[in-house]
Every structure is written in C-alpha cells, then in structure tokens.
C-alpha cells in the first residue's frame, strides 16, 4: 500500500473531495458502503423504468411465483459475500423484490 493519499476521480466535485479529505477512516467506510448501495439502487430503478417502457411482455416464466407479477425482472444482490437472484418489480413509487434463490457460482 502507497504512502501517497489516492487520487480522486477528475469528475468528482471539488465540495465532495473536501469533504470525504476532512472525515474520519469510519465515515467514509460508511460513505463508501452507502454510495455502492445507492449506485446499485439507480441502476435497478433504470432498469425498471427501461423494462416498463418496453410495450412487448413476454411470456410468463415457468418459475415465476404466483405473487410476483409477470413485469417483474430479476436481479441479483450481494449480502455478506453471497450473491441471491431476487424477482423485482415497481409498485407505483416502491421497487418490491421476493427471494428467488442463491447465484451458482460456476455460472
């Protein structure tokens, strides 16, 4: 590991460079959890939104639950080091999401 503090990204706003410079070890561990959540939340919100916009629905799947609605697409989440596939779907302003199964690794 290098001696030299990291280099921020270019297209970082200054005010955020500053502030993550002044916080402490602890706050930008949570900053950096938080972010990587909020960036996977934006992606699966644009993926909801681009799969809504598509007008074709395609065939209910064999495995679909009965309470999972057939618009609902499936996306996978990391918890503790263990990657789920979860069937998600938008419900006015809510994303809701049911357990699917486990990711197999030799996918």
């Given at each position: 590991?290098?001696?030299?503090?990291?280099t921020?990204?270019?297209n970082?706003?200054?005010?955020?460079?500053?502030?993550?410079?002044?916080?402490d070890?602890?706050?930008?561990?949570?900053?950096?959890?938080?972010a990587?959540?909020?960036a996977?939340?934006?992606?699966?919100?644009?993926?909801?939104?681009?799969?809504a916009?598509?007008e074709?629905?395609?065939?209910?799947?064999?495995?679909?639950?009965?309470?999972?609605?057939?618009?609902?697409?499936?996306?996978i989440k990391?918890?503790?080091?263990?990657?789920?596939?979860?069937?998600?779907?938008?419900?006015g302003?809510?994303?809701k999401s049911?357990?699917?199964s486990?990711v197999?690794?030799d996918e």
């Open positions: 590991m290098s001696h030299e503090p990291p921020p990204p270019a970082l706003p200054t005010e955020i460079v500053n502030t993550l410079n002044e916080s070890p602890e706050h930008l561990r949570d900053v950096a959890t938080y990587e959540s909020l996977d939340h934006k992606e699966r919100e644009a993926r909801l939104e681009e799969s916009d598509q074709d629905v395609k065939e209910r799947p064999d495995d679909l639950p009965d309470d999972v609605p057939s618009k609902a697409t499936i996306t990391e918890i503790n080091d263990n990657r789920y596939y979860y069937w998600q779907w938008r419900e302003d809510q994303v049911k357990y699917k486990p197999d690794p």
